[in-house]
Nanobody, 122 residues
Framework: QVQLVESGGGSVQAGGSLRLSCVFSGYKFSPYCMGWFRQAPGKEREGVAV???????WYSDSVQGRFTASRDNGKDTLNLQMSNLKPEDTAMYYC????????????????WGQGTQVTVSS
């Protein structure tokens, strides 16, 4: 069965940077879409970034230009480099996969990690 384990969350001041990582196991990593989602208290979970098997990526408008997703198919790892962080980026961040590829949509993501907390103070 698939397992997703996130790491790298923490607390940072506005304008700072953090790098999240997610280790994938249980299936072959390279054929699948991978994504990052987040959920702030009292809000719905939202898609932040999707990275496709070919390395192409989609970003939500709220993080476009500040966040960069990447994947290392040799290490079965997904990363999210977050820069110029804002207080509104505070949330639990989740790594996810739909076990689908080469294309996918946000609604297809059904396998989730346990999450890592990101807190941005002003």
């Amino acid at each position: 069965q698939v397992q997703l384990v996130e790491s790298g969350g923490g607390s940072v001041q506005a304008g700072g940077s953090l790098r999240l990582s997610c280790v994938f196991s249980g299936y072959k990593f390279s054929p699948y879409c991978m994504g990052w989602f987040r959920q702030a208290p009292g809000k719905e979970r939202e898609g932040v970034a999707v990275i496709y098997p070919d390395g192409g990526a989609w970003y939500s408008d709220s993080v476009q230009g500040r966040f960069t997703a990447s994947r290392d198919n040799g290490k079965d790892t997904l990363n999210l480099q977050m820069s110029n962080l804002k207080p509104e980026d505070t949330a639990m961040y989740y790594c996810a996969t739909p076990l689908m590829g080469p294309t996918c949509q946000l609604v297809d993501f059904t396998y989730w990690g346990q999450g890592t907390q990101v807190t941005v103070s002003s």
